[in-house]
């Protein structure tokens, strides 16, 4: 068991969510804005694929040795995915293709020389001979893996059916509720079909060097959930202190602190991340012998680049929070407590922080899509994650001359795009369903 | 007027101020001048003679903040600090690593970004508030629900998927545009027109649901509806009435990024290969010439503040109920 350093943040998280849900749960005004979430379809729906990556991302954040003997650091996912990630071919070949992608010169039983396009050593090598063969094989096993994936949704449920007796009206009773179980059961018919299917075939192709792309597209999902999550960890603290502190006490401390976001503001954004990893990376290369293995290297990278767009970011809720604290602390209550000789701290504490924490929850998950979509970005340009990290932005900018390619070698986009797309379409959705039950401008409409 | 002004640029100065000094730490004490050459000339295999030239051909061979050897001011002058960051006040940005004068690329480059960051912010605007009108004047109906859905969707896509996709239809297989490159003058429009294509529908998601929110809360207002029950049209009360009072908030959300446009963008004009200064800054980082990075935050962030300064003076401007003090 080997513990990185975003692997403990990342359940020091789920510890503080978990924490935070049931100090929620005691709060009447805050679990009425959940229920709102709880019965919007489009919410829960991207709540449930939400999740799922999540547990993806957890999955592969428990790493370990792979062997006593060796060096090599892997993870759970990893380890349950070893078909995949040792099924090496020697260059690109198509998804489901039995055959490589470029031609090779092959020498036949009888000893023939021929120009033509060789058998991969793994994808489809079941087969005897794959055009005759291929889609009846891939009909079979899809549907076969899909009657899987529908067979253990049903126990599943039948499971929770008759374990919950007393509770059997709610499973089903709402919309929400009908189109929870629905995902469900889509997410696990196509997981098991897609978990069947590649271990025979390469899902979706693979790349240059010959590695899986659904392997890799898969093990991107960490990269995106632990930028969406850990930065929004290191910036809450910043953003909510100093927004607080600049609202409440006015004077010289707002001064401070307005002067210190404005400048901070001021420097475009990339390039203070650009400065920021040039620095990193010259710190690394001095002190190689600290990072022995380059897991724990990539890893501290990426923890960097979570601390670096933490301080970039925190600056626009500060500002949110600042306007927030100046509007409450005119607001009687606080007078009240001020006049009472409540100490500033607890009235910070009790009175001003739970009144700013929907505009906190708000802005988080609305930052989330916004940072899965940064890291991409800055990937291409070479500031992002490091380039021996499997991350959806590494792999398009690995891709982008691929297109240039004849014929087309699209699938290594089309992957990441899929992949990318459907996080951070189901963030978006997420946040917009917790922002129209949150604020409270837009819940007096609805 | 003027006098509010020169408060407002007075104020700008610490700002800078704080801006050159962090630069200033980031780039010079938390990593040496000698950690910098090694990076440049390779990391283990370096004499220390060959770190000390590259220190001396740059200027990074002087003490960081005070100069103790030398006199009559040049303790101060005859550093790193003074040398490399106080001359961005006035401008000098000196020599790039590699040896070529910044101040010149940076003229020469500005307008190529200019030349497509302009039409960019301008069609887009143009797109967007149209697109949020006619939500805002179908709402309640399937097209709204429809056009938000398509917004959230396009929000979605990444904006690499965007130019790879724009690059690989329109450039590859419809061969409409060539797929990257630039020419000066007029014959620039044909290398341009793709990029901007590509940047307005990138934008199209968030612009126009930003849009949308603001033409709804004044729709909601009161005098819309009085307009509304004295019998205009709805057409009429949108326009005159909501896009009125909603040119505001547009306006000075445009006029805060119009000195940014000098910056270019980085991923468009590196993807299009134009010669302007997001390519500039790109390359630079690519290969860590740190110089060029230095100043190109010192560009950005005066930029930014001149941008703050326009934005509070078109305040007064279209606002009369907003006063200076």
Redesign the interface.
Same mark, same amino acid.
């Given at each position: 068991m080997i513990i990185l350093w975003t692997d403990a943040l990342i359940y020091l998280l789920v510890v503080m969510v978990a924490m935070l849900g049931l100090y929620m749960r005691g709060q009447e005004h805050l679990r009425r804005p959940w229920r709102k979430v709880t019965s919007s379809v489009i919410g829960m729906l991207s709540l449930v694929v939400l999740l799922f990556f999540v547990s993806i991302g957890l999955l592969d954040s428990l790493h370990f040795k792979a062997s006593s003997s060796s060096n090599e650091i892997i993870s759970v996912l990893d380890y349950w995915a070893t078909p995949l990630r040792e099924h090496q071919e020697k260059t690109y070949s198509a998804p489901f293709s039995a055959y490589l992608y470029n031609k090779e010169l092959m020498i036949t039983e009888s000893g023939r020389q021929s120009w033509g396009y060789p058998r991969l050593v793994y994808g489809g090598r079941h087969l005897q001979d794959p055009c005759s063969e291929k889609v009846q094989d891939i009909a079979v096993r899809l549907s076969l893996g899909l009657l899987k994936g529908a067979g253990l949704f049903m126990v599943f449920f039948v499971l929770l059916w008759s374990l919950r007796r007393d509770r059997q009206q709610r499973l089903l009773a709402s919309t929400a509720a009908r189109a929870v179980w629905l995902m469900v059961f889509v997410i696990s018919c196509t997981t098991y079909a897609l978990i069947d299917l590649s271990g025979y075939y390469h899902v979706l192709g693979t790349d240059k060097v010959g590695e899986d792309v659904f392997y890799q597209t898969v093990k991107s999902i960490r990269t995106g959930l632990v930028i969406g999550t850990l930065t929004t960890m290191i910036m809450l603290p910043l953003a909510i202190l100093f927004g607080i502190l600049a609202g409440f006490f006015r004077g010289w401390v707002d001064d401070v602190i307005q +002067?210190?976001y404005?400048?901070l #503001? @001021? =420097?475009?954004s990339?390039?203070?991340i !650009? !400065? @920021?990893i040039?620095?990193v990376?010259? +710190?690394m290369?001095?002190n190689?012998q600290a990072y022995t293995s380059v897991v724990v290297r990539a890893d501290m990278r990426l923890l960097f680049l979570c601390l670096i767009l933490g301080v970039t970011s925190w600056t626009g809720l500060c500002r949110l929070l600042r306007g927030e604290t100046l509007k409450l602390r005119e607001k009687e209550y606080v007078q009240a407590a001020q006049a009472l000789g409540v100490r500033q701290g607890m009235i910070l504490f009790r009175h001003i922080l739970p009144n700013v924490m929907h505009i906190v929850l708000i802005s988080v998950v609305l930052d989330f @899509?916004s940072l899965v979509?940064a890291e !991409?970005?800055l990937s +291409? =340009? #070479?500031?992002g994650v490091d380039p021996t990290t499997y991350s959806?932005?590494n792999m =398009?900018n690995g891709a982008?001359l691929e297109? !240039?390619r004849e014929p087309?070698v699209w699938w290594s986009?089309a992957a990441s &795009?899929l992949f990318? &797309?459907t996080l951070?379409?189901a963030a978006?959705?997420f946040a917009?369903t917790v922002r129209n039950a949150f604020d409270p401008r837009r819940a007096e409409h609805a | 007027m003027i006098q509010y002004i020169i408060r407002r640029l007075l104020y700008a100065v610490p700002l800078l101020i704080g801006v050159n000094v962090l630069t200033f730490v980031l780039f010079f004490i938390v990593n040496s001048p000698d950690d910098m050459a090694r990076m440049q000339l390779g990391q283990k295999y370096v004499t220390e003679q060959a770190v000390q030239n590259w220190k001396r051909q740059r200027g990074y061979d002087l003490p960081l903040l005070w100069n103790a050897q030398k006199k009559d001011g040049g303790q101060i002058t005859e550093t790193i600090f003074f040398q490399k960051s106080v001359g961005l006040f006035l401008f000098d940005f000196g020599i790039s690593d590699s040896g070529r004068n910044i101040g010149a690329d940076i003229k020469q480059r500005m307008w190529p970004s200019l030349a497509l960051a302009l039409p960019s912010l301008l069609v887009g605007l143009l797109v967007n508030i149209s697109a949020a009108l006619l939500m805002v004047l179908f709402r309640n109906s399937y097209l709204e629900v429809g056009g938000i859905v398509l917004c959230v969707i396009l929000m979605s896509v990444s904006s690499l998927f965007y130019i790879i996709g724009g690059q690989f239809l329109i450039g590859k297989l419809l061969k409409l545009v060539p797929i990257s490159g630039y020419d000066d003058g007029l014959n620039a429009i044909k290398f341009l027109l793709l990029p901007v294509l590509i940047s307005v529908v990138s934008g199209i998601g968030s612009g126009a649901r930003w849009y949308r929110t603001l033409f709804l809360e004044e729709v909601e207002q009161d005098y819309v509806r009085t307009a509304r029950a004295k019998g205009l049209s709805e057409i009429r009360s949108l326009f005159s009435h909501v896009l009125g009072n909603a040119m505001i908030p547009i306006l000075t959300g445009v006029v805060v990024i119009l000195p940014l446009l000098f910056m270019g963008s980085l991923i468009l004009e590196s993807f299009f290969s134009i010669p302007g200064l997001g390519s500039y800054t790109i390359d630079a980082i690519n290969r860590q010439d740190f110089a060029i990075v230095r100043a190109m935050v010192f560009l950005g962030s005066v930029l930014y503040i001149l941008g703050l300064l326009l934005t509070d003076i078109s305040y007064t401007l279209v606002d009369p109920r907003v006063r200076l003090s």
């Open positions: +002067y210190v404005t400048t #503001n @001021s =420097i475009p990339v390039l203070l !650009a !400065a @920021s040039l620095m990376q010259v +710190y290369a001095n190689e @899509s979509l !991409a970005v +291409y =340009i #070479n500031i959806w932005g =398009i982008r297109m !240039a087309v986009l &795009f990318m &797309f951070v379409l978006n959705l917009d | -």
